[in-house]
């Protein structure tokens, strides 16, 4: 950082195995889809020696690893790392996908990293989900920086852009948001634009010109003079605020030139503190090039200015039964402490775990203990088992580069942990330990699914398991009620790339069928019933009657049954048979076939045989009677309501209010939430919100974010009611 002078990339390359945390970086990319964030990484790659624009790796190889790169992150729906060395440093890059749908791929990447680097487009600016991330990663302090791309755009503006990122993440300081160099323009195109060909840094007041390729760097211009010192000063009296030193600002001010050396170092400070957030600009390179714009001066920023795993606090640790465990922070001699923050399947190698080591030091063929938090609402095991870890490497594009050990603060890839699923703890085998978790998005679109024949049938469940074993942001649920398995994920993207993982990857094939509410059924009005059940048919025949009453109860009041039955009328050992008849009908359905629900079945008299009656007998009859009494009255059709909270800009309160009252929701009230947002609290029939996931997103152009739990059944309408028994048989 502070403008060094070149650095020679043939010092840097590809990472191996770093020996200190001080010398690890690791860093998260952050920003839209098609803001450019894959092709900074490849810029990056490029520029600290990793690749060449031919494709060939620099020690000789001669598989095309950039290429791999390309292929892998195109795909723009996982997690990627790509490791670099750069001027002594091990830089871990993690690339995370910019669709709204693998937020959980995101929240993995900030897991992994000390550090963020907002990606956003000169053309495009930034959209709402951006400014979401950026609000959670301030929630947790995490040093941010902004790096602005698509600048060879002709409607780039780098000065607007810097103002509109100002506004966007800077809330009551924008002074906290300034660009650390300004764009140097080259001649200026037929069409009118001029293309950006280098940078003048704002500190050192140097020139820096990428125009042939190389970084060079020179004295700037008497005409540029002017507009460096109008930004140099602003970006000084941006670092001077967020000084420890209490007297530089009045110094400054006084008219002192302060030491760039103290400017820089209290820059560093700021940005590692998460206080304060360049603004920088970078390219590709173009064809033929080594260095890529801007990118020198980012891999400086990053190892300057972003912190050390030293200096993130120490994870919250237990031991599995939850005892609290005091851990030292980022110890490569403390009990081990390490996360799957990825889980992936391989073709060949089999299960991938992609783990940072938060402490201790990881080796390959250790055997190592698996402590998990058991999501089993999504699927997931608790696990609690020791498993002996496979080989240890780092990725570059499909390729898998062996390391010899895994240091705290450092990330490597594990083979072999065949029991481990993303966010389970990995620790010593005689000293189990279990990491704090971290927030999954709901996934909230439900996604049933039927297995297209009898062969995909034999590997549907193992196909699920793995599935869900990779991406704990999906939920498998195997509902009792409707009998339909159903995968929840958190959109149509999202669903999309599990049916395909499914079909590709697992080889099972499914079919998507639509995806049923569990409706119930209960009286509208009180009713009796009797069920007479008498054969003869030579030896024992069979006799029952009874006679019971239904009456309606209060919503959650399930089935009470009475037995008011005098005189012996019903033998005492024939009684629970008449409720075992009647339940059992009640979870069949009285009417459109639904669970019958919230009524009081009182049985007041009957009849017995001494011979032919018998406990089947006066099942069958209690089942007539329920059936009876369900024709002399009206039943209500039942539909789960849940209750919807939406949180949301102010700008789109009223388009989500319509909405939810277009789907027969009740707004039952609303609040301010800060930063210009409200909270929408609204009960709304579950059947109508299947795909409000993808609904809400549209509406609120992808800045909003609801949660939905259920509240009770009610009464459906009875045009819908009646629409529903009309596709049932026999109805």
């Known amino acids: 950082m502070g403008d060094k002078s070149n650095a020679h990339p043939g010092a840097a390359g590809r990472a191996t195995a770093a020996d200190h945390p001080a010398s690890v970086r690791n860093v998260v990319l952050v920003g839209h889809s098609g803001s450019g964030k894959t092709t900074l990484v490849e810029a990056l790659a490029l520029t600290a020696g990793a690749v060449n624009r031919a494709g060939r790796v620099e020690d000789g190889g001669t598989v095309s690893d950039y290429d791999e790169i390309e292929h892998r992150q195109q795909r723009s729906v996982q997690l990627s790392l790509v490791p670099v060395d750069w001027d002594g440093y091990k830089i871990n890059i993690l690339d995370t996908p910019g669709y709204a749908d693998f937020v959980g791929e995101l929240r993995a990447g900030l897991r992994a990293a000390d550090a963020a680097l907002f990606v956003v487009s000169a053309s495009d600016g930034v959209d709402g989900s951006t400014r979401m991330v950026w609000e959670e990663c301030a929630a947790v302090g995490m040093p941010r920086a902004i790096v602005v791309t698509h600048l060879e755009s002709a409607r780039a503006d780098f000065e607007e852009m810097t103002r509109i990122c100002a506004e966007a993440f ?94 820089v170092q209290d820059l560093e400070r700021a940005v590692a503190r998460g206080r304060f957030f360049p603004v920088l600009a970078a390219a590709p390179a173009a064809e033929g090039a080594r260095q890529g714009l801007g990118t020198v001066e980012l891999l400086e920023l990053v190892t300057g200015g972003f912190p050390t795993p030293l200096e993130r606090p120490a994870p919250t640790v237990t031991t599995p039964d939850g005892a609290a465990r005091e851990v030292k922070a980022c110890d490569p001699d403390g009990p081990l402490v390490a996360e799957v923050v990825k889980t992936a399947s391989d073709p060949y190698v089999g299960r991938v775990s992609l783990v940072r080591v938060f402490s201790g030091t990881l080796r390959p063929d250790a055997t190592v203990h698996v402590s998990g938090h058991g999501l089993t609402d999504r699927g997931h095991e608790d696990h609690d088992v020791d498993e002996r870890i496979g080989a240890l490497s780092a990725p570059f594009g499909k390729q898998q580069r062996a390391l010899t050990h895994c240091i705290a603060g450092d990330l490597a890839c594990v083979a072999k942990l065949n029991r481990a699923e993303t966010g389970d703890t990995l620790s010593a085998k005689d000293d189990p330990l279990l990491m704090e978790p971290w927030r999954m998005p709901d996934p909230l679109l439900p996604l049933a699914i039927e297995a297209h024949s009898k062969a995909d049938e034999d590997k549907l469940s193992q196909g699920l398991g793995r599935l869900v074993a990779e991406d704990p942001t999906m939920r498998l649920e195997q509902n009792p009620n409707t009998h339909q398995v159903v995968l929840w994920c958190l959109g149509e993207a999202h669903a999309d790339v599990a049916l395909e993982r499914l079909r590709n990857r697992y080889g099972v094939q499914v079919d998507v069928v639509p995806h049923k509410v569990s409706l119930r059924e209960t009286f509208a009005g009180s009713s009796a019933g009797r069920g007479r059940h008498v054969k003869q048919s030579g030896g024992h025949g069979q006799f029952a009657i009874c006679e019971i009453e239904v009456e309606p109860l209060p919503g959650g009041s399930g089935i009470e049954f009475v037995d008011k039955v005098v005189g012996g009328a019903v033998p005492r050992q024939f009684i629970p048979s008449v409720e075992k008849g009647v339940r059992a009908q009640a979870a069949k359905g009285v009417a459109a076939g639904y669970p019958l629900i919230d009524v009081r079945v009182t049985l007041t008299d009957g009849k017995a045989h001494s011979v032919d009656s018998s406990d089947a007998a006066f099942q069958t009859a209690g089942a007539l009677a329920l059936r009876e009494a369900a024709r002399d009255t009206k039943i209500h059709l039942l539909e789960p309501v849940a209750e919807v909270s939406v949180l949301v800009g102010d700008d789109y309160v009223g388009a989500v209010m319509s909405d939810l009252s277009g789907r027969r929701g009740r707004v039952v009230g609303t609040e301010q939430a800060g930063g210009g947002r409200t909270l929408v609290r609204a009960e709304v029939p579950e059947i109508e919100i299947g795909r409000y996931a993808v609904d809400l997103r549209s509406i609120s152009h992808g800045t909003a974010r609801f949660d939905r739990r259920y509240a009770r059944h009610e009464p459906m309408p009875q045009q819908i009611a009646d629409r529903l028994r009309e596709q049932v048989p026999g109805t």
Not at 204 to 230: C, H, M, N, V, W
């Open 170 to 263: 800077g809330g009551d300081d924008p002074d906290a948001v300034l660009p650390l160099y300004l764009p140097l323009h080259g001649a200026e195109a037929p069409d009118g634009h001029a293309p950006v060909t280098g940078l003048i840094g704002l500190l050192t007041q140097r020139l820096f010109d990428y125009s042939s390729g190389e970084r060079k760097e020179a004295e700037p211009g008497p005409d540029q003079q002017p507009l460096i010192d109008e930004a140099r000063n602003r970006l000084i009296e941006g670092i001077i605020a967020e000084s420890e030193d209490e007297t530089l600002m009045d110094r400054y001010l006084g008219g002192e030139e302060i030491d760039l050396k103290t400017l």
